[in-house]
């Protein structure tokens, strides 16, 4: 199956262990090395009075896809909420 990058941000990632919605994909980390995608980058969650400043953006592992439907791409995250990362980037923080 094939699909461009304006695809995949089309389509809401969901979660299968709780049915979180975890928002739409905002870009993709590459392994420019290996040319391989290492994962999707994420909006964080926004809170309290804060619902239009931009939240810490979250590392998605591409081993957690489960499947990429037409609409959806669902993944399996444990409990403990998305693993920690070096590419999980907070506000005006750029990586090195």
Request: charged fraction near 25%.
């Amino acid at each position: 199956m094939e699909s461009s990058f304006l695809d995949l941000r089309c389509k809401e990632v969901v979660n299968v262990l709780d049915g979180r919605r975890l928002g739409h994909i905002v870009d993709l980390v590459f392994d420019l090395n290996t040319a391989r995608i290492l994962g999707f980058m994420l909006p964080g969650e926004k809170t309290g009075w804060n619902i239009f400043k931009n939240a810490n953006q979250l590392f998605l592992p591409f081993g957690c896809v489960v499947r990429i439907g037409e609409d959806t791409i669902l993944v399996e995250l444990p409990e403990q909420g998305i693993p920690a990362n070096p590419f999980v980037l907070t506000q005006g923080e750029e990586k090195t």
